[in-house]
């Protein structure tokens, strides 16, 4: 089963960034459909974004025109590109591939 390890997280202003990846174990990044989701406390898990293995982004309408999936198949790395964040994208971030979670990793953001 494919490991998925997201970093990048942490506490930010609103307006800030931040860049969240998402490593995978196996060359899996460039031949399946990867996608970002989150979960706020106390609400359900939502999905945030998606790119698939021909480079087509889709993205949540909260997040659109603010977060960009890219990815690194060279790497198995997957990115989510956080601009002008507000606090109600504080939420635990997860990335997502076929049949496997990552572990997650907090985004806060408050002034």
């Known amino acids: 089963q494919v490991q998925l390890v997201e970093s990048g997280g942490g506490l930010v202003q609103p307006g800030g960034s931040l860049r969240l990846s998402c490593a995978a174990s196996g060359s899996i990044i460039s031949t399946n459909v990867m996608a970002w989701y989150r979960q706020a406390e106390g609400k359900q898990r939502e999905w945030v974004a998606a790119i698939t293995p021909g480079g087509n982004t889709n993205y949540a309408a909260s997040v659109k025109g603010r977060f960009t999936i890219s990815r690194d198949n060279a790497k198995n790395t997957v990115y989510l590109q956080m601009n002008t964040l507000k606090p109600e994208d504080t939420a635990v971030y997860y990335c997502?591939?076929?049949?496997?979670w990552g572990q997650g990793t907090q985004v806060t953001v408050s002034s």
């Open positions: 997502k591939a076929p049949l496997s």
